[in-house]
């Protein structure tokens, strides 16, 4: 027994072994990561990074093709392309991780209680159901034509339209683990309903939930570029690649890189991200790894 307790703290976990071998198998997934710390990396030294203030104005200098001074050239207002495509990376990455964290965190909560009450369920999904039958990138609309365009405004909305497809997910799961016996052994022992779901349900629903998380980031990321494209999502003077896009469009035929770079960063960074989640997804889900 000595032997085996000595034993024991050596051995790896069976997730992490398998998140291991899922890399492994899936070298994507590897680069998806690359990248998408690359990005983050960008993101954070903007500051360092940036070659002049994204927002400085010139327009003697406007609309000049890539060169030594102005890397990726200057736009219709004379203003750096490369330093606003450096600090957009700030907005689209803060818009995807907190949409992603949001929405998971109000998603489990709700599909916790819904998946275990019986009586609640029938009532709560209905409202989620209304709610996915208005596609998210609409519903995200009408939510920003209600208030102000501002950074905050713009991921509550995105976040409002992904709560539902969190919900039903951890909904799902919890409508299969009550039925486990180490759950209805803890009811019979008269546990608690809050330390059943927190102690016996919660740990088993995050695994699907991170990888769920990682494609919410990646088409908050795309949502936020669409309103910005079409006027409602951030307001103009902050530097986001949806922005830049919507500006540029009326010179794509005259001067398409004004829309090139910010496309390009866009596509690597939710490229990026759902690559991390496939391999995720093949690292955590069971039937997978037996599979592999």
């Not at 996915?132 to 509550?156: E, G, H």
């Not at 992904?162 to 039925?179: G, H, T």
């Amino acid at each position: 027994m000595a032997a085996i307790a000595a034993a024991a703290p050596r051995s790896a976990s069976p997730t992490w072994g398998r998140f291991k071998e899922a890399l492994r198998r899936h070298p994507t997934a590897i680069a998806g990561g690359v990248v998408l710390l690359a990005m983050i990396a960008v993101a954070l030294a903007a500051p360092w990074l940036g070659t002049v203030d994204p927002q400085a104005l010139s327009p003697i200098k406007r609309l000049r093709p890539p060169g030594a001074e102005y890397w990726f050239g200057t736009d219709m207002l004379g203003r750096d392309v490369y330093s606003r495509a450096i600090y957009g990376a700030r907005v689209s990455l803060a818009v995807g991780l907190a949409v992603a964290v949001l929405s998971a965190l109000i998603g489990l909560a709700i599909g916790l209680v819904t998946g275990y009450l019986r009586w609640l369920d029938a009532i709560v999904m209905r409202i989620m159901d209304g709610l996915m039958s208005i596609p998210a990138v609409l519903l995200a609309i009408a939510l920003m034509a209600l208030t102000t365009a501002s950074l905050q405004n713009v991921i509550i909305a995105i976040s409002i339209a992904e709560v539902p497809r969190v919900v039903r997910l951890v909904r799902s799961l919890v409508l299969a683990l009550r039925e486990q016996p180490y759950v209805e052994a803890a009811i019979a022992s008269g546990t608690r309903l809050p330390a059943i779901l927190l102690r016996h349900i919660l740990p088993n629903t995050v695994p699907p939930l991170l990888v769920q998380g990682t494609f919410i980031c990646a088409s908050a990321m795309i949502t936020e570029a669409i309103l910005s494209f079409i006027g409602a999502g951030t307001p103009p003077n902050i530097p986001s690649w949806g922005n830049m896009m919507a500006e540029a469009r009326s010179l794509f035929q005259l001067k398409p890189l004004l829309v090139f770079f910010p496309g390009l960063f866009l596509s690597l960074t939710v490229l990026a991200v759902n690559l991390l989640g496939d391999g995720m997804r093949d690292a955590l889900d069971p039937r997978i790894a037996r599979r592999m």
